[in-house]
């Protein structure tokens, strides 16, 4: 029977209880974050004190790494800190913020993602008129609606969640806050009005996979018609792993997010959560970035700048 007393807190039982478990956990995670914070970190001071780096590309590629920064950052320190402490519970006020900011800035990384392919789509397949489509004023106009609109999306989403107090279990058989486990703790009339509107993002969803799917079609297409096997080669290598990781992202959030929800903690839903929070911002510098040669090269004049001022 449903507890009728007002939740204040939750419960996050993703992780075992046994203690040698929560400190792999632990130094898995805070291994994980600290190289993740460390290379998104990097990324943004080369692309903002390099000027070889002031263009469309890596305007986005930093707003991806501030984005990547944060979205780690929501979830994957309170996970840590429960499993040092041997504490699963987190606020209903901490819970909110969570899903919130969580929702804001898993729509922004979809939107970023979007329009970073359709840059490598002008670029590669229009490269003369390149540089009249995406001017700088145009960048940052297409940065500011996105993240605008993803923190407007992300308090509609909240709003129906939290809209009425949460009066059943308080157990969340996961390692955050997630959104469909919230859901199946809400009344029915709350459910069913964002179980709608969850199904109308989803459709959002698909419309931007479509379009990046349309984008790299494009790109591969503009690629096979290169002459040279070796740039054809390099072209392949890069696009071929950003796929890979939009496929992820998109399909275990997808899954986790339509799925059926577990009425206790399992292997594949921590796993499928993983892979949509953690894996992407950690994955992200490495395939947009620093397999990048001309990051690699903004990165040894910055050393080198700094080895001549100690001299």
């Known amino acids: 029977m449903d507890n009728l007393t007002e939740v204040t807190e939750f419960l996050l039982m993703g992780f ?31 692309i903002t004190f390099d000027q070889y780096l002031h263009r469309p590309m890596y305007f986005f590629l930093k707003n991806l790494s501030f984005l990547d920064l944060c979205y780690i950052s929501v979830t994957v320190p309170k996970s840590i800190h429960s499993s040092l402490t041997h504490s699963n519970s987190i606020s209903y006020l901490g819970c909110v913020a969570q ?25 590669i397949c229009h490269p003369l008129q ?50 469909p486990h919230v859901l199946a703790l809400v009344s029915h009339e709350v459910f069913f009005v964002e179980f709608v509107t969850l199904v109308q993002s989803s459709c959002f969803v698909l419309g931007c996979f479509v379009l990046m799917i349309i984008s790299y079609i494009q790109i591969f297409s503009t690629v096979l018609k290169i002459p040279s096997v070796e740039s054809r080669a390099k072209a ?24 059926p929800i577990a009425k206790t903690s399992s292997i594949q839903d921590l796993v499928i959560a993983v892979a949509y929070t953690v894996l992407p911002p950690f994955l992200n510098p490495i395939i947009y970035s620093l397999r990048n040669r001309e990051i690699k090269g903004a990165i040894w004049r910055i050393f080198g700048k700094i080895n001549s001022l100690q001299k």
């Open 130 to 179: 390149y540089e009249a489509i995406m001017t700088s004023e145009k960048c940052h106009h297409i940065a500011a609606i996105a993240w605008l609109s993803c923190f407007i999306y992300a308090a509609v989403h909240t709003g129906n969640i939290f809209g009425e107090p949460i009066s059943r279990y308080n157990i969340i058989h996961q390692f955050f806050c997630d959104i």
């Open 16 to 46: 075992s209880d046994i203690c040698e478990l929560q400190i792999l956990h632990a130094g898995l995670f805070l291994l994980i974050y600290v190289t993740t914070l460390v290379w998104n970190l990097l990324i943004m001071i080369i």
């Open 99 to 123: 899903i919130y900011f969580f929702f804001a800035l898993a729509s922004a990384e979809l939107a970023f993602l979007t329009v970073m392919s359709y840059d490598r789509y002008v670029a």
């Open 236 to 259: 392949f290598s890069t696009c071929s792993p950003q796929l890979i990781v939009i496929m992820l992202f998109l399909t275990t959030g997808l899954f986790a997010a339509l799925g």
